[in-house]
């Protein structure tokens, strides 16, 4: 979340041409993966350790829910103060509700947690828009964290992004509608929401 009031179009095109330089690693089934180096033993072995059990279970943490990525929540976190957190499991339609308040110049991180089932996902990525509320069509951030690729597990998985900088200043005070994407290398939508926070002079308890 730099600052809203500059001029982002340079970060935007290294942005895209970034993006536009990536090629992602063709796709592996569990089998697949655990086929190559059969010949390194203690390879092999560790390999199974990681995907082992996704092998042999194909596992499933929600069978009535057919994704193959469950998006579960997404945190502000602010060191020395508790987490800030939406539920993405209800209705998203409500989460702009529930605005965070944000101190300006405060270092923070977003983390999101959520569930890989039945195979392996490749190349989740986070894209982050954030738009001034009363400034329409305008986009005054915009962030893409490569997130990576995760196996099955019974277990929540997380990724948090590197720290930022909230903007400060008089200017920079105001409320912020932000876009959230959980997507992939090919451009599955594993969960699109949209959420709200305001940049005050102080928090607000």
Do not use: F, G, H, N
């Given at each position: 979340m730099s600052d809203p009031t500059g001029d982002h179009v340079d970060a935007l095109e290294e942005e895209l041409e970034v993006e536009s330089n990536y090629k992602p690693p063709p796709e592996k089934t569990i089998e697949q993966i655990l086929e190559t180096d059969k010949?390194?033993?203690?390879?092999?072995?560790?390999?199974?350790?990681?995907l082992g059990e996704a092998k042999a279970g194909g596992?499933?943490?929600?069978?009535?829910?057919?994704?193959?990525?469950?998006?579960?929540?997404?945190?502000?976190?602010v060191a020395d103060r508790p987490d800030m957190e939406l539920d993405l499991t209800g209705d998203l339609a409500q989460l702009k509700k529930q605005t965070f308040v944000i101190k300006e110049g405060v270092s923070y991180r977003i983390r999101i947690d959520f569930i890989v089932q039945r195979e392996i996902v490749h190349g989740l990525k986070y894209v982050q828009k954030t738009y001034r509320l009363g400034v329409p069509g305008v986009t005054v951030d915009k962030m893409t964290h490569m997130v990576g690729s995760y196996p099955p597990k019974t277990e929540l998985q997380s990724y948090t992004t590197p720290a930022e900088d909230a903007p400060a200043g008089v200017m920079a005070r105001g409320s912020y509608s932000v876009s959230s994407l959980f997507t992939d290398d090919d451009k599955h939508e594993h969960l699109k929401w949209e959420w709200a926070f305001e940049i005050k002079k102080d928090w607000k308890e």
């Open positions: 010949e390194d033993e203690s390879l092999r072995k560790y390999k199974e350790t990681l596992i499933v943490v929600d069978p009535s829910d057919p994704r193959q990525v469950i998006v579960k929540k997404l945190a502000l976190c």
